[in-house]
């Protein structure tokens, strides 16, 4: 009864945005749960490929229609255009259903692993759809293994009050990071990339700084409260974000950000390839396979293409000088460390531009702006009293995100944790200084 209760709660929250596309998750929860059953049944290899060949098909054909369509078409006009040769291929008005990106790499990872035989499937329907539809992460992940939340669906939950205290915290520290870190980065943001050419080089700089904070503060704030949510009603996600912006190098910072995404890519497609093995070519291209595929997973746009791209060249030398693992297992920051992490921050944050440039032509300006070094004024965050305002909350609480992180780190935690005298603080300052007005929609609800 519990399960069928998450079901329907979860179609329902689905389907009030657009009941419409819930066809989708029906198809590919229907599909998943028969492969893996299939599977179980034979041992005939070929049969095996087979049926993981019709749940890969199906996955990515819905994914690859409804995301990529409109992309490969434009991309094939451009191409022709190049070479003086005119097209005249339609594109289609699709809308990108919510999550899709999401609850299609939970279920195929489902049906892999039960492929690879680290897995027994499930056989009972409803708890695959709650595993598959469950509300909290639906939308924008964590992008969940079944080897982690599907046997929690398999026991009845009883509720914890201690638990939940922890995952109410959590949805407080969440809303935190959205609505004040977020939001009020977004204010200066949105103008900066908007207008591009009307703005110095160095608030061009900080347009870019802001970003990196407005995208954290967005995308792990909401996996803090879908976690936070989870724990409510007994069940315990995984780790999203783990403190990225104290990485002390690009390898680093993607074993602390978008962790779900980052270990499927890594189990399911760069391992498969051969990894770190093999001869430096392969590693090479491996690399670039991954960060690519990363990229492309993002969005229908050569720009985050290019967003992987760059990562993959950041990543490269650490892999070839066989220093990606330098700082596994070591968490406790020191003061030496502050450039390293003060350069990865840099790094990263200037490969966020062409994540949040809508074309790579106002990327490349937008970047060699920055680099002419003609204007360093700020006018843009003291102009006026509101920009003084913004400025002010936007500095005050990046300040208390990192520091409250810090600590955090220093304990060696996963997460930042709240006392009850602390989430007082953060909700008062979620009241005084959040954006209410005109919120933001969540980063990553395009993906």
Same mark, same amino acid.
């Given at each position: 009864?519990?399960?069928?209760? @998450? /079901?329907?709660?979860?179609?329902?929250?689905?389907?009030?945005?657009?009941? !419409?596309?819930?066809?989708?998750?029906?198809?590919?929860?229907?599909?998943?749960?028969?492969?893996?059953?299939?599977?179980?049944?034979?041992?005939?290899? !070929? =049969?095996?490929?087979?049926?993981?060949?019709?749940?890969?098909?199906?996955?990515?054909?819905?994914?690859?229609?409804?995301?990529?369509?409109?992309?490969?078409?434009?991309?094939?006009?451009?191409?022709?255009?190049?070479?003086?040769?005119?097209?005249?291929?339609?594109? +289609?008005?699709?809308?990108?259903?919510?999550?899709?990106?999401?609850?299609?790499?939970?279920?195929?990872?489902?049906?892999?692993?039960? &492929?690879?035989?680290?897995?027994?499937?499930? =056989?009972?329907?409803?708890?695959?759809?709650?595993?598959?539809?469950?509300?909290?992460?639906?939308?924008?992940?964590?992008?969940?293994?079944?080897?982690?939340?599907?046997?929690?669906?398999?026991?009845?939950?009883?509720?914890?009050?201690?638990?939940? /205290?922890?995952?109410?915290?959590?949805?407080?520290?969440?809303?935190?990071?959205?609505?004040?870190?977020?939001?009020?980065?977004?204010?200066?943001?949105?103008?900066?990339?908007?207008?591009? =050419?009307?703005?110095?080089?160095?608030?061009?700089?900080?347009?870019?700084? #802001?970003?990196?904070?407005?995208? &954290?503060?967005?995308?792990?704030?909401?996996?803090?409260?879908?976690?936070?949510?989870?724990?409510?009603?007994?069940?315990?996600?995984? /780790?999203?974000?783990?403190?990225?912006?104290?990485?002390?190098?690009?390898?680093?910072?993607?074993?602390?950000?978008?962790? $779900?995404?980052?270990?499927?890519?890594?189990?399911?497609?760069?391992?498969?390839?051969?990894?770190? =093995?093999?001869?430096?070519?392969?590693?090479?291209?491996?690399?670039?396979?991954?960060?690519?595929?990363?990229?492309?997973?993002?969005?229908?746009?050569?720009?985050?293409?290019?967003?992987?791209?760059?990562?993959?060249?950041?990543?490269?030398?650490?892999?070839?000088?066989?220093?990606?693992?330098?700082?596994?297992?070591?968490? /406790?920051?020191?003061?030496?460390?502050?450039?390293?992490?003060? +350069?990865?921050?840099? +790094?990263?944050?200037?490969?966020?531009?062409?994540? !949040?440039?809508?074309?790579?032509?106002?990327?490349?300006?937008?970047?060699?702006?920055?680099?002419?070094?003609?204007?360093?004024? #700020?006018?843009?965050?003291?102009?006026?009293?509101?920009?003084?305002?913004?400025?002010?909350?936007?500095?005050? $609480?990046?300040?208390?995100?990192?520091?409250?992180?810090?600590?955090?780190?220093?304990?060696?935690?996963?997460?930042?944790?709240?006392?009850?005298?602390?989430?007082?603080? @953060?909700? #008062?300052? @979620?009241?005084?200084?959040?954006?209410?007005?005109?919120?933001?929609?969540? @980063?990553?609800?395009?993906?």
């Amino acid at each position: 009864m519990q399960n069928l209760l @998450i /079901v329907l709660a979860s179609y329902v929250f689905y389907g009030w945005w657009d009941w !419409r596309f819930l066809a989708l998750i029906l198809f590919s929860t229907l599909v998943d749960f028969f492969v893996a059953q299939e599977l179980q049944k034979t041992a005939i290899k !070929r =049969h095996q490929k087979g049926l993981l060949a019709i749940s890969l098909l199906c996955n990515l054909g819905l994914l690859g229609f409804f995301k990529y369509y409109n992309f490969f078409i434009s991309s094939w006009i451009d191409a022709w255009d190049l070479v003086g040769v005119r097209m005249d291929l339609q594109t +289609l008005q699709i809308i990108l259903p919510v999550g899709i990106s999401f609850y299609t790499f939970q279920t195929l990872s489902y049906t892999i692993d039960v &492929y690879r035989q680290k897995l027994e499937p499930t =056989h009972d329907f409803i708890q695959f759809s709650a595993f598959v539809s469950f509300f909290p992460q639906l939308v924008a992940g964590p992008i969940e293994r079944a080897s982690n939340l599907l046997p929690q669906f398999k026991k009845p939950r009883i509720f914890n009050s201690d638990f939940a /205290v922890s995952g109410f915290y959590l949805i407080i520290w969440g809303l935190f990071k959205k609505v004040v870190v977020a939001d009020n980065c977004a204010f200066f943001v949105n103008q900066i990339f908007d207008g591009t =050419h009307s703005y110095s080089s160095l608030e061009l700089f900080f347009g870019a700084v #802001l970003f990196g904070f407005q995208i &954290y503060g967005d995308f792990s704030g909401y996996s803090d409260i879908a976690i936070g949510v989870a724990r409510l009603f007994g069940f315990r996600l995984m /780790v999203n974000f783990s403190f990225p912006y104290f990485s002390r190098d690009i390898s680093e910072f993607w074993r602390r950000w978008h962790i $779900s995404l980052s270990t499927w890519f890594r189990d399911y497609v760069y391992i498969p390839l051969g990894g770190s =093995h093999g001869s430096r070519w392969l590693q090479i291209r491996n690399v670039f396979i991954v960060f690519l595929v990363s990229g492309f997973w993002h969005g229908a746009n050569w720009t985050f293409i290019v967003w992987g791209g760059i990562h993959a060249l950041l990543f490269l030398p650490l892999l070839l000088a066989k220093v990606n693992r330098a700082y596994v297992g070591e968490t /406790v920051i020191s003061l030496v460390q502050v450039p390293r992490i003060l +350069l990865t921050f840099i +790094l990263v944050s200037f490969a966020w531009i062409y994540f !949040r440039a809508d074309t790579l032509a106002i990327a490349h300006t937008f970047i060699l702006k920055i680099f002419s070094f003609k204007d360093v004024t #700020l006018t843009l965050f003291y102009a006026t009293s509101k920009s003084q305002l913004f400025s002010f909350i936007i500095c005050m $609480s990046i300040f208390i995100m990192l520091f409250f992180e810090f600590l955090a780190i220093q304990k060696n935690r996963k997460e930042v944790q709240l006392t009850t005298y602390s989430a007082i603080f @953060i909700s #008062l300052l @979620i009241m005084l200084m959040g954006v209410f007005k005109n919120p933001s929609d969540f @980063i990553y609800f395009q993906f």
